[in-house]
Each structure stands twice: as C-alpha cells, then as structure tokens.
C-alpha cells in the first residue's frame, strides 16, 4: 500500500510557476513508476507526465513539453512537478500516481494503482 499526499497547489498569474510536490508513503518508494495527471472541471483526468520507475525516463503530453518538469528525490520519498510558463489552460486539479509497474506505458489512468487527493492550480489574470 502506499500513500500520497500533493501540495503546492495556488493561484498564480499566467506566465508564472508553480512546483507541486507529492510525498510518498509506505512500500519501497523506488519500486513505483510515478506521474502526474490533471483533471479540468467537465473534462476527464488527463495525462500530464511520468518518470518511470527502471530507467529513469520521463514522458510528456505534448501541451506541456518545454515547461513542465517531473523529478523524484529518493531520499526524501517524494516527487514533484515544476511547472514554468503557466497558462490559464494548465488550470485544473493535479493528481500524484504510483504505478506498481508491469505496464506497456505509464500514459493512462488505468496503469496507476494509487492516487493522491489532488491540489488545485489556478491560472488567472
């Protein structure tokens, strides 16, 4: 079982940034692939990047490429996602997830197994 809890979450004007933590619970936090996903009201939850658990690499949803960063610090049992360049379309709820592992890609919502409650990013003027 592991658990998560996201923070970092806030208003900030377009053009700003924002780092998003999730802090990691339980079983061998190395062991898990880990993303990030986010949720628009009226829109399903969205991909927006993960960093897997073998090797180390990172994916991306195109509308984030360039501005979005995801790392993990073992040490610490947390990842984070800095977040640069913020438009008024990045607003929504982000959600942390841990992935057992086992999976042909780590881009979808069905290939996580633990969620956190998720932080509210707003972008606005």
């Known amino acids: 079982q592991v658990q998560l809890v996201e923070s970092g979450g806030g208003l900030v004007r377009p053009g700003g940034s924002l780092r998003l933590s999730c802090a990691a619970s339980?079983?061998?936090?190395?062991?898990?692939?880990m993303g990030w996903f986010r949720q628009a009201p009226g829109k399903e939850r969205e991909f927006v990047a993960t960093k897997t658990s073998s090797l180390g690499s990172t994916y991306y949803t195109d509308s984030v490429k360039g501005r979005f960063t995801i790392s993990r610090d073992a040490a610490k049992n947390t990842v984070y996602l800095q977040m640069n360049s913020l438009k008024p379309e990045d607003t929504a709820v982000y959600y942390c997830a841990a992935s057992s592992g086992g999976r042909a890609s780590y881009l979808n919502v069905r290939d996580y197994d633990y969620w956190g409650q998720g932080t509210q990013v707003t972008v606005s003027s």
């Open positions: 339980g079983r061998s936090f190395s062991a898990y692939s």
